[in-house]
């Protein structure tokens, strides 16, 4: 399983759909040896929109965004009342960045599975269904220190 977290994490973009079939995106969690990932992907392709990446007990999740059209610099992460300012930068054709699990921004985003980034000249969000939410809290308490 590791091996699949590294693969996830070794920056393939997401790719354009087949024309006439819509993507089967789920969020996967990996555990095992290495990183935690969480995985909004189509499975067993390359593709993925977003992945919240942690060493357990690290009290850090890193946040990739995937085929998002902004620059690096600083955005505003938000879920629900909260926001906070963080860097942002590109690597590899995806957008990174860190938020602490302690976080009040975290936190809600846990609870609600929304979150907003905010650029210079855009938004992205980040939506996790009330279907995956199991596995975003997951994440957050293995991640946690």
Do not use: K
Not at 24 to 39: I, R, S
Request: charged share 15%; hydrophobic share 45%.
């Amino acid at each position: 399983m590791a091996a699949t977290a590294a693969a996830l994490l070794s920056g393939a973009p997401a790719s354009a759909q087949t024309a006439g079939s819509a993507p089967a995106w789920t969020w996967t969690l990996y555990e095992g040896e290495g990183p935690l990932v969480l995985a909004n992907e189509v499975p067993d392709t390359p593709q993925l929109r977003t992945t919240l990446e942690c060493e357990p007990g690290s009290g850090v999740a890193r946040v990739s965004l995937y085929d998002v059209e902004a620059s690096a610099g600083f955005a505003i992460a938000r879920a629900g009342q909260a926001t906070a300012a963080v860097e942002v930068r590109s690597a590899r054709g995806r957008l990174q960045t860190a938020l602490r699990t302690d976080h009040p921004v975290f936190a809600a985003f846990s609870a609600s599975g929304q979150l907003m980034f905010q650029f210079a000249d855009s938004e992205h969000a980040v939506e996790v269904g009330r279907a995956a939410l199991p596995r975003l809290r997951r994440f957050a308490e293995l991640c946690s220190g």
